[in-house]
């Protein structure tokens, strides 16, 4: 698991001018969901990033998403998105 959210971290910084992440799994808090599916992660990202800042908040959204496009279809179920300054 540790190694996957290190993966979300290097796609990111590939793409995206990022100074930090923090990931939190918060997919034990959904467990008893209809929808809960132990192969999928509910994560929260702290992203701290000047750029990301500097544009709108739907864009820098649409940004991390596409970069997670693949991840948000196989492994992730739900995604929260925190951009500090």
Do not use: G, T
């Not at 590939?14 to 599916?37: G, P, R, T």
């Not at 820098?60 to 500090?84: F, G, N, R, T, W």
């Amino acid at each position: 698991m540790k190694n996957y959210f290190e993966e979300i971290c290097i796609k990111l910084k590939d793409k995206i001018e990022i100074e930090n992440i923090d990931i939190v799994d918060n997919s034990h808090k959904h467990k008893k969901h209809k929808s809960f599916s132990p192969e999928k992660f509910h994560l929260h990202l702290k992203i701290k990033s000047l750029y990301l800042n500097s544009l709108s908040r739907l864009n820098a959204q649409k940004m991390i998403m596409k970069v997670l496009k693949d991840d948000l279809s196989k492994k992730i179920h739900a995604l929260e998105i925190s951009i500090e300054k």
